[in-house]
């Protein structure tokens, strides 16, 4: 399985980026999807995630802002980043829960990470 995540750039300070992140590879499903961020020197955090049991769950410091959303017949997701601030620069990796086999529990694939760096 592997995941490709693309869009990142940088953007002034209230502008806008879309997050792509596509997964690719042998599987039998795909539960939660989501975004993770991380700087460097701090431990890498929760930005958005989506699921057909939880819905959709956003970090305090994105809502408002930023949308996820998923394509399930591409098996693509991505995050819709609005009104972008500096603090939101951070290299941004997507996450998918795989089940590989029907029964199987879902194990976390990961992306590559892309930068988003938002200054003026």
């Known amino acids: 399985v592997q995941l490709q995540a693309s869009g990142g750039g940088t953007v002034q300070p209230g502008g806008s980026l879309t997050l792509s992140c596509a997964v690719s590879g042998s599987f039998y499903s795909i539960g939660g999807t989501g975004w993770y961020r991380q700087v460097p020197g701090k431990q890498r955090e929760l930005v958005a995630m989506?699921?057909?049991?939880?819905?959709?769950k956003y970090a305090d410091s994105v809502k408002g802002r930023f949308t996820i959303s998923r394509d399930n017949t591409k098996n693509w997701h991505y995050l819709q980043m609005n009104i972008l601030k500096p603090d939101d620069t951070a290299v941004y990796y997507c996450?998918?829960?795989?089940?590989?086999?029907?029964?199987?529990?879902?194990?976390?694939?990961w992306g590559t990470g892309t930068q988003v760096t938002v200054s003026s």
């Open positions: 989506i699921s057909a049991a939880v819905g959709t």
């Open positions: 996450y998918a829960a795989i089940r590989q086999f029907a029964g199987g529990s879902h194990v976390a694939a």
